[in-house]
Structure formats: structure tokens, C-alpha cells
């Protein structure tokens, strides 16, 4: 190992003729099919990694269109049937001075999923350029991705509470819309995404650059 090291400082384990097994971490030769610790298939790099990513972010864009536009919950006051849309909630909450409550649901609900297919975006991209890449910064943001991932579901958790809590028959309901289904869909979507997402390709242009 440490002559493999040795000839290919700024290389990768898949130059050095290496697999990292996907389940165990584990490093064998290019020669073995299988990990011989857990047994799991191995491969130097996820299968069309970007490709998988792009049709995935692709999709969840396509969802966040309804799930922005179309009412993610409708508040029934007294008869009255009151749709409301996630930059809806946003104004509401603003117009009763709970910015802060506003500037949370905002960032989960609209900022941080934007960013989220942006920066997957940016990264398959950066993957496949000829231009010299930040390798660690790149990692930095995929991390992070990864990280902000689950609090984007901030939307879902509110709606499933109030729904469960808010049902005063006759006087006042709350049942969700149809772009909480569609804003469920962009969260698991970019989640996926992210995860299918191989960072080691990243890291096979530094010995090229």
C-alpha cells in the first residue's frame, strides 16, 4: 500500500489500481469482483453518476414549480375556505410580525431547496469541464448539501402538525394541499440526487490539473 502511495502522490485509489467498497469502505484490488470483506460488487465509480443526478434534479425543478405555486394547505375558518401557498404563509406570518418564523420558512422552502439543485447542478458540471477546479471547495459544497438536506422538510413537518392538531369540526380546520405531495417530492428528489451524486469524481481531475 505504501508503495502505491508512494507512485501516485497526487492520484487516486482507482489510478493506483484500487476500489473503495461502497457498503465497507474497504480497499481491494482492481482484479477482485467482490469486496472480500462484506462481499458487495465492487466499482471504481458509481455507474453515470452525473447523469443519474442531472435527470433527478431535473425532475424535482419540474415538482417545485406546483409545489410553489399551487396551495400547500387550505385553513376552513367558520366555512370559509382559505387556501394558502408557501410564499403565502411567508406574507402571513410577516403581516403578524413573526419575521423571524417568516425568514425560517423562506429559507427552508425556498432558498435552501434553489441552492440545493443549483449547487448539484454546478458540481455535475464542474465534473465535466476542462477548467481548473477547487477541488476542496467543491467537496465543501457538496458536504453542506448533504447537511442543509433534511431541514428542507421544515414545510411537511408544520403542515402534518397542524393537520393533526387544528381539526375543530365546525369551527375550524386545516387540510393539506396538493403542493405539499410536490414539495415532498422536490426534498426526497434533491436528497436522492445529492446521494447519487459520486464526489470522488472531483477528486480524479486533480492529478490531470
Known sequence: ???LLT?????TAANAGLASCSICGTLSSANEQTCRRCGNQLEFRTKNSVQKTLALVATAIIFYIPANLLPIM???LLGNASPATILGGVVI????????????IFSASVLIPLAKMAVI????????????LNHRELTSMYRLVEFVGKWSMIDVFVVSILVALVQLSGLMTIQPGIAIS???CVVVL????????????????????
Open 7 to 11: 507512485r501516485f502522490p497526487k492520484g
Open 1 to 3: 500500500m505504501a508503495f
Open 121 to 132: 447542478i454546478k458540481l455535475c458540471i464542474a465534473v465535466n469541464s476542462s477548467k481548473k
Open 74 to 76: 387550505t385553513t376552513t
Open 93 to 104: 406570518f410577516i403581516e403578524h410580525g413573526s419575521y423571524f418564523i417568516a425568514l425560517v
Open 182 to 184: 410536490a414539495f415532498a
Open 190 to 209: 434533491t436528497m436522492v440526487a445529492a446521494h447519487q451524486f459520486d464526489v470522488r469524481l472531483i477528486w480524479d481531475k486533480e492529478g490531470n490539473q
